[in-house]
């Protein structure tokens, strides 16, 4: 018997943040692919200058050019998303309700001066813990899952970006103990807030893509809390080329049925389907 499933992905970059390709060759792939929900979600303006958030000057150019794509390839379903980057008492979010969904992301950590990303290099994790964090790890990780809690707490996301990117470079350069019992318990504490606030994780497979590990974001423990506790997830590939759409989806496909779950869950569509 053929099950057909609705080939989608909601989490996609154009190279009006830091992805390769235009929008218009994503979505002619997406066509050719025959996906038929393709969310975009370029990494959202701060009111700092970046090499990877949108211009604040690109938001307009950005939706006047997915309504242009939504005329020449009917097929696809083009949602208008963000990924929006959450940090605590910088970030406002007056351009969010511009966009269909929103992933809410934590990238920065709290400097002295400017926010930095903590994920765009493992000499970049290792320098702010050390600059920032007292050289101490946990302190690190305690703002990144707190500043999580107060995104999720702010209710003006649909889905939570890669739950704990703060592994990132744990295989490569491993710098703390995902199995310790204090570390699942804080994602345990932000995966409580999410089902409460019927939030929506994302089993993220870019960092699959980009050789850093062998599984996706969030680890499979917390999948399988999240099974758990009943929380929909849907599967996103966090893609930043046109020709990486749906790439390593069948290994999250895997890591969710193995955690026990039967449907993904398309939020902005509200429609649950089967895994396989
Ligand atoms: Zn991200
Ligand atoms: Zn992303």
Partial sequence: MVILIMLYNLHTHSNLSDGRNSLEQIVETA???????????????????????????????????????????????????????????????????????????????????????????????????????????????????????????????DIVGHLDLVKKFNTVRPSFDEQAKAYKSKVYEVLELIKECSLTVELNTGGITRNLMKDPYPSFDFIKLARQMDIPICINSDSHAANTLLKNREIAVEAALSAGYKYEYIPVIDKFQDLK
């Fill in 31 to 157: 066509a050719n692919e025959n996906i038929e929900i393709l969310g975009i979600s370029d990494h959202s303006t701060v009111p700092f200058p970046t090499e990877w958030n949108m211009k604040d000057e690109n938001v307009e150019v950005y939706l006047k050019e997915i309504e242009r794509l939504r005329e020449i390839y009917p097929s696809v379903k083009i949602l208008a998303g963000i990924e929006g980057d959450f940090i605590p008492g910088v970030q406002n979010f007056s351009q969010m309700s511009d966009f269909e969904y929103i992933i809410g992301s934590v990238h920065y950590a709290l400097t002295d001066g400017e926010p930095e990303s903590f994920d765009s290099s493992p000499d970049a994790f290792d320098k702010i813990v050390k600059n920032f964090y007292n050289n101490d790890v946990q302190k690190f990780i305690k703002y990144y899952y707190d500043a999580l809690l107060q995104m999720v707490d702010s209710c003006r996301f």
